[in-house]
């Protein structure tokens, strides 16, 4: 009965036929793509993530070690290298070192993981239910605004959905096929470059339940899935091992230590960072898959969906693995989630569908639309003063925020009087962009940019740079293009520091350092007033 209700959907998706839905997934891809080079130039490097990142990749070509990555000019144990080494390469392709190029590498991962979730559902069902899941995928804010950034997750998306193919084509007939098994392999080694042994969390589960959810005519034995799963398997390690290999004879046995345990086991175990309730990333999903869980329609399609069909199992069981295991590991954070999104937008795309009538317009976007109407109107309230001192002055000019709450309400708009998909899709990616202009025409840009202050300290390398903080993540290393590293003091060291480093300069929250007279530099940064006191 269930399936005679999808079949039916699928028929009554009023003129939302393949060609316009393919029109609706290359207008998403393109807005996507836009968007995220308008995050580029509106924002800064974000710290801590972004600039640290970046800033490692800048070591990278200053040192000249493409094997071990150096923070700080120091070996740095967190990651592996793909990130570092792709940012290397379009400065090599371009010639020139900018933050613009390097941050393009993360939205080129985001286009291929929108673009790969386009493939994969017209692999699985048809080429409509592709095009829509992509544009459910780029429409979704939160893969929008990670898909702009310097981060892996995009980069782990966009492996997880070539792993899924690949992995779709070994086992959709009997035999090896040891292409498509080989291709399975690839996908895992370029997870394990770009952020670890987590890809297999990510692919893992959908390899070890091909039989719940292939087809249970023409897919291989178990035998036959062991023999190629073992070749993707070594092909995943030869390729992996040219890299770890020799980096961990290089780095020593303190980094061969961290690369092979303390990042993958350790953090499973015992987080040393990130640690969380195992219902915290549950209770975060309704901003995860905004705007597309704020429609009924969704809810009235996911109801319909039958678990006989088979493409759908291997979705549910990636997407619900994912979120079962990163619940239960101990470090985590919500972006963890990014490369279960393409799963959840296939997932989704078949509910729309079943939902009822793709090209309706009406209220059904009604709940998603208030939410981003609050949006724009809890910042004109806090830039009109009602909220903290802080955040008032970093939501000025005034203007720039009314246009932001205006935008919002015409996104709320358009959302009601679009077609549903395209409608959301437009309320989710939209809002992005709203946001990106708020952050580039106010003061919360200079307040999380770190070029004053690394441009500082970088006049000042020859007669030494220092900071006072519990933790320094490189936030200056890349804006001020350092080639020599930074001491990182305790608030009693300041003192002895400065008169030892005659010229030098010592960077320091205000509260953290007490010194008689006026610093020669106060600039408000990420959250705090920061002093800048020159060694006499």
Not at 42 to 52: A, F, G, K, N, V
Not at 151 to 179: E, I, K, Q, W, Y
Request: positive net charge; glycine residues 10%.
């Amino acid at each position: 009965m269930r399936s005679q209700s999808l079949t039916a959907g699928i028929t009554a998706v009023s003129n939302m036929d393949t060609a316009r839905a393919r029109s609706l997934a290359l207008a998403m891809l393109i807005a996507f793509a836009a968007v995220a080079v308008a995050g580029v130039l509106l924002r800064p490097l974000i710290p801590i993530d972004e600039t640290r990142y970046i800033d490692v990749a800048w070591e990278m070509r200053v040192t000249g070690d493409f094997l071990v990555p150096h923070k700080n000019f120091e070996i740095y144990t967190d990651k592996p290298p793909m990130l570092f080494w792709l940012m290397n390469l379009v400065w090599f392709l371009t010639g020139h070192v900018s933050d613009i190029g390097a941050r393009l590498v993360g939205p080129a991962f985001g286009l291929a993981a929108v673009w790969g979730s386009w493939r994969l559902g017209a692999r699985l069902w048809d080429e409509t239910t592709g095009a829509i899941a992509a544009a459910v995928l780029a429409g979704t804010s939160f893969f929008a605004i990670y898909g702009g950034a310097v981060m892996f997750d995009t980069m782990l998306a966009a492996a997880t959905v070539g792993g899924l193919l690949a992995l779709v084509s070994a086992t959709s007939a009997p035999g090896v096929n040891r292409r498509a098994w080989a291709g399975f392999g690839l996908a895992l080694a370029f997870g394990v470059l770009a952020k670890g042994p987590v890809i297999l969390l990510h692919l893992g589960p959908a390899l070890l339940t091909v039989p719940l959810w292939a087809n249970s005519i023409r897919r291989p034995s178990g035998g036959e899935i062991a023999r190629g799963a073992a070749l993707a398997l070594v092909i995943a390690l030869a390729i992996v091992g040219l890299w770890v290999v020799p980096a961990a004879i290089l780095g020593g046995p303190e980094y061969r230590h961290m690369i092979l345990w303390e990042q993958t086991a350790g953090r499973t175990v015992q987080s040393f960072a990130h640690a969380r309730p195992w219902y915290w990333l549950l209770a975060l999903t309704p901003l995860l898959l905004f705007p597309w869980v704020w429609t009924p329609s969704l809810w009235r399609g996911l109801r319909r969906l039958s678990l006989s069909d088979r493409a759908l199992r291997l979705c549910l069981i990636q997407a619900g693995a994912g979120l079962v295991l990163f619940s239960l590991v101990s470090g985590k954070q919500v972006h963890y989630l990014i490369p279960e999104l393409p799963a959840v937008a296939l997932i989704f795309a078949r509910a729309l569908i079943a939902g009822g009538r793709g090209e309706v317009r009406g209220l059904g976007a009604l709940p998603a639309a208030l939410l981003v109407l609050l949006a724009g109107g809890a910042a004109l309230a806090a830039a009109l003063g009602k909220g903290d001192a802080t955040t008032v002055a970093m939501l000025q000019p005034l203007a720039p925020v009314a246009g932001f709450a205006v935008l919002c309400l015409i996104l709320a708009l358009a959302a009601l009087v679009l077609p549903r998909v395209a409608g959301l899709a437009t309320l989710g990616l939209g809002f992005v962009l709203a946001l990106l202009g708020l952050i580039g025409t106010t003061g919360l840009a200079p307040a999380y940019d770190t070029t004053p202050i690394a441009q500082i300290l970088a006049a000042h390398q020859d007669q030494g740079m220092a900071v006072v903080t519990d933790r320094y993540n490189a936030e200056f290393g890349f804006e001020g293009r350092l080639t020599k590293p930074v001491d990182v003091l305790e608030p009693e060291q300041a003192e002895a520091w400065l008169s030892t480093h005659p010229g030098g300069m010592l960077a320091s929250e205000c509260k953290a350092v007490t010194r008689p007279g006026e610093p020669e530099y106060r600039i408000h940064f990420y959250g705090a007033d920061w002093c800048l006191w020159q060694g006499r």
